[in-house]
């Protein structure tokens, strides 16, 4: 049986520190209307910090989400190899 051709992990994304390669979305409601962003393959980590906040943020330590609001959505994830 042959490898699939993009071999994405599907299931919940580890949120332990490690560094991924993720594809999703970024979904924002402003007042009564929601507002979907593609998330295009991208290096993100799970950062959580004791009093600070908590989520995803790409390798330069910028927030994948703007709001405290914004919910993101990875649709596919893989480990980045050692």
């Known amino acids: ?13 580890p949120k332990d520190g490690r560094l991924l390669v993720v594809v999703g979305r ?5 007042g009564a209307c929601v507002t979907v962003t593609p998330l295009p393959p991208s290096l993100v980590r799970w950062t959580e ?3 600070e ?4 943020h790409y390798l330069t330590g ?5 709001q405290l609001d914004d919910e993101v959505m990875i649709d596919g994830w893989m480990e980045v190899a050692a």
Do not use: H, I
């Open 49 to 51: 910090k004791p009093g």
């Open 53 to 56: 906040s908590k989520g995803w």
């Open 26 to 30: 970024v979904q924002f409601t402003d």
């Open 62 to 66: 910028l927030a994948v989400a703007l």
């Open 1 to 13: 049986m042959s490898e699939p051709l993009f071999p994405w992990n599907t299931s919940e994304p």
